[in-house]
């Protein structure tokens, strides 16, 4: 799987938009860019995921580039419960269940009152 | 909404024992997958579980870990002789058919080993 870049952390001021960028630039053409955020220990939770198009939903939308080396997702009205660690996460679907997940250090995101 | 589920919340056990920690994944879902965290680290794979057999392991996956999924709801992490650095929380995640489905993360298990 194709390695992720993300800054160690971002604030946001709650209710704005927050975008975490995420670097991909090895990504292959079958590989699908996941995000997965994780609130303060908690299993990590699902939020989107996209191959070339950008796609929107009711957590996030996802944007990436067109060349595919990068993205960015966006929480369009961040509240003080987006507070998290989001994982960006390059990988290839696998029929025979051999897909584990990646995680690296991910981006901290602290949401500000 | 389905859920994964674990139990226990939270195990303390003695260097050398054997623990298996439970899990429940969503209904119909096919693969199953375990992962672990270390306090202060990256949520590490461990293990996935496909038909009744192991898909793919890591690294860490060594002979004291075993999974099964003993019934047609449970699937289970064993270690057989716990070690000090074995302590850490434990994911159990699942997922649907589709080669491209999201991974459904249970709460976690912490185990702690003295």
Redesign the interface.
Known sequence: DAKTTQPPSMDCAEGRAANLPCNHSTISGNEYVYWYRQIHSQGPQYIIHGLKNNETNEMASLIITEDRKSSTLILPHATLRDTAVYYCIVRVGSGGGADGLTFGKGTHLIIQP | EPE?TQTPSHQVTQMGQEVILRCVPISNH??F?W?R?ILGQ??????????NEI??K?EIFDDQFSVERPDGSNFTLKIRSTKLEDSA?Y?C?S?GLG??N???????TRLTVL
């Open positions: 994964v096919l693969y997958y992962y965290q990256k949520v590490e794979f461990l293990v996935s579980f496909y038909n898909s793919e890591s929380m994911f995640a997922r080669s491209y999201e991974q459904f993360f249970g709460p976690g």
